[in-house]
């Protein structure tokens, strides 16, 4: 007697996954990121220059540095509102100043012949003294 036994292979199942749920947590886990993410700045001061041919009126009238070098003698002077100051008391006059201001803004006039490094100087102390809009006065350019 002969078996003649035939074995079937059981039938493979396909596996299926369904990735519809892990697509949308993907998804969440990138906004989540985006929104919690920090992006660093780089530190300095954000003027908005205007530009030597075009101009913006915006005087104000509340606060207003000028910085004049003297032809004469060669001297820096420091102009508060028509006030002179010296240097060193420029942080303490501009807190003064500031305390009673409504918008906490200063109108920076210097002379061209200032070097940058004292202009930005200047309006570092202006910034730590709790200056919130800074405008640098200009002239418009003749063509």
Request: neutral net charge; glycine residues 2%; without cysteine.
């Amino acid at each position: 007697m002969s078996l003649n036994m035939q074995f079937h292979e059981p039938k493979k199942k396909k596996v299926v996954i369904n990735i519809t749920s892990l697509i949308d947590v993907l998804f969440l886990l990138l906004i989540f990121f985006m929104v919690s993410s920090t992006f660093r700045e780089q530190p300095g001061m954000n003027l908005d220059l205007p530009e030597s041919h075009t101009h913006e009126i915006a005087e104000i009238k509340d606060a207003v540095l000028q910085i004049i070098k003297d032809p004469e003698n060669n001297q820096i002077r420091y102009l508060l509102n028509t006030k002179e100051i010296t240097y060193d008391s420029l942080s303490a006059n501009l807190a003064e100043l500031l305390e009673r201001s409504v918008d906490k803004a200063l109108t920076l006039k210097a002379d061209k012949k200032i070097e940058h490094g004292l202009v930005v100087k200047v309006m570092d102390i202006a910034r730590q003294r709790g200056v919130k809009k800074l405008v640098v006065a200009t002239k418009v350019a003749d063509d």
